[in-house]
């Protein structure tokens, strides 16, 4: 059993700051579990109150069935894996990795037979020998990750473990951790502030904002159905568009009036809007830049905006417009289908037509910052 329940968890550091404030979850028996948010949202110190690195100010942690607030970090079962990858640099890879086996006394054959396994497992076989220093920053990182594997431990923690590796070294390190978790059949929480890292990774992923769990769900339920302003902006590349709108409850159900055009709901919104007793008002629209419809032609229900900065991004096209009352809205519009004539309309200064299907449309309370139909 490694599970890893945290119940009304909180931390407050000598200086009087609340890193952790209220921190309930439940991370089951094998289960990733990714904790993101932006930086000094106590990310790191939720993963290090679990390694007992820090010491819990309030509530209950425990691993398995075991209360291990007061456990020593060694007692834990556990092995974490740090940004900085923290190596000996004086003795070799294969030392750096047998070094916690040696330390517990484990009988020599054990030691090497677990060596050469994590060795084989990340690919580095051929590096035993070497030092540290003599090893790019994606092989030190494995041999970290070696370091932890070998103790076979019941929880994996890891703490931004690719942020030191180059935009290509983490793409590919990040598919090696969902291989090496794979192999490696246990519970892991990994902490990071980049949303693509926690949505490729994770079986779910837990959004923090400023000490406080804003959601915890699958990757797909926080890119369906954020509760706020602050996931629906943090999580999505590039962010979702935030638009004012009004919400207006009518005899045939709701819509949105936004840019001076009228969208209607569909049925699963009206049902939800009308079970909330959602009344007329002000609301914040948001849309993803990958779900706006773009016409190229004058279209009835359409608003139309200017294009002012266009991106090629190789397979798609990033369009900055603005719409007539100066409202900015990204989308992104795939290059495959694009005939030459339409590439041609796509210049700075040129009107385009957006529209949103209501499928794509996510209501939020401009008060509140709640999503009015998941929140
Ligand atoms: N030892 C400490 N003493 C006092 N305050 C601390 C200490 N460590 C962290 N904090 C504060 O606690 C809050 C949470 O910090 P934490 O390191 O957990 O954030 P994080 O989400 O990991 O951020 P990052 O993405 O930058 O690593 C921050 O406001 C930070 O300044
Ligand atoms: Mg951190």
Redesign the pocket.
Known sequence: MASVTLEHVK?I???N?V??HDFNLEIKDKEFVVFV??????????L?MIAGLEDISEGVLRIGDRVVNDVEPKDRDIAMVFQNYALYPHITVYENMAFSLRLRRMDNEEVHKRVVQAADILGITEYLGRKPKQLSGGQRQRVAIGRAIVRNPAVFLM??PLSNLDAKLRNQMRAEIILLRKRVDTTFVY?T?DQTEAMTLGDRIVV?KD?YIQQVGTPQQVFDTPTNLFVAGFIGSPQMNFLKARLEKGANGYQVNVLGVQLPLNAEQNAALTERGVLSQDITLGVRPEHTSVLFEKTAGAIECEINVNEMMGSELHLHLSSQNGDRIIVRLPTVDLSAEQRSRLAYGNKMYITFPAKVMHLFDPKTEKNLIFG
């Open positions: 931390k550091y000598d200086n700051v890193a952790v948010g932006p930086s000094g949202c106590g990310k790191s110190t939720t290090r703490d931004e902490v502030h923090m000490g």
